[in-house]
């Protein structure tokens, strides 16, 4: 079954280690895209990329930076974690390009706790 | 540049009560709208969405929305809810090639 999957779901780590965040879609999207959504909040768009080799920064200012080598994978990392970026983070793919369909699929997220 | 407003943050209703989710878009150009729900703990899911063509959309559990673009509104609807609606909802506006840019969410509330 074609799906979106993001592991870990839930992340808890100590102030200053180094995170991966994984994303992996099988449904051959170029579009992928990161969002981050503090409780009871909008999403914000963090990263985003239109295929392999291709990362752009998103609307919300994010220490993170992300990957794109292979078309299924879209890793986002945190090089010293740090409490502030406690929130939870949604992994999310589309599939058409220039066209009006931005129909997203959305993996389940991560809970990431940055003690 | 475009922007989404959700009316309500908090929508308390009993169980088989019809409830609506209010969301105002601004955007200077055409725009595609959706509705996506996120239950506890889940990603988000696409309820519903209008690209062209007819103003009123029906999407998956019995919900509905119509596009109105002189109000610039696209409400989303139900006529009777259920517990398991319970869930935080999300208007999202796109134009073409564009990203989705979300609102902030209303969480719906159904209570027995």
């Known amino acids: 079954e074609a799906d979106i999957y993001q592991t870990p779901r839930y992340l808890v780590i100590g102030t200053g280690k180094k995170i991966t965040l994984e ?9 992928m895209y990161w969002y981050q959504q503090d409780p009871g909040m909008e999403l914000h768009l963090i990263h985003y990329s239109y295929g392999v080799n ?3 920064k998103g609307d919300l200012s994010s220490e993170s930076t992300v990957s794109r080598i292979r078309t299924e994978h879209f890793p986002l990392t945190l090089e010293s974690a740090r409490p502030s970026h406690t929130s939870q983070y949604l992994c999310a793919s589309s599939e058409y390009w220039g066209e009006s369909d931005q129909s ?3 993996g389940s997220g991560t809970r990431l706790t940055v003690v | 540049a475009q922007s989404v407003t959700q009316l309500d943050s908090q929508v308390p209703v009993f169980e088989e009560a019809p409830v609506e989710l209010r969301c105002n878009y601004s955007s200077s150009v055409s725009v595609y709208l959706f509705w996506y729900v996120q239950y506890p703990n ?9 690209l062209s063509g007819s103003t009123l959309v029906k999407g998956i559990n019995g919900f509905e929305a119509e596009f109105n673009k002189s109000q610039t509104s696209f409400h989303l609807r139900k006529p009777s809810v259920h517990i398991s609606d319970t869930a935080e909802y999300f208007c999202a506006v796109s134009n073409q090639g564009g990203k989705l840019i979300f609102g902030q969410g209303t969480e719906l509330s159904v209570k027995p």
């Open chain 1, 104 to 106: 997203y699929t959305f």
């Open chain 1, 54 to 56: 291709s990362t752009e």
């Open chain 1, 23 to 31: 994303c992996s879609q099988t449904m051959g999207h170029d579009k």
């Open chain 2, 42 to 50: 889940q990603g988000l899911q696409l309820l519903l969405k209008y």
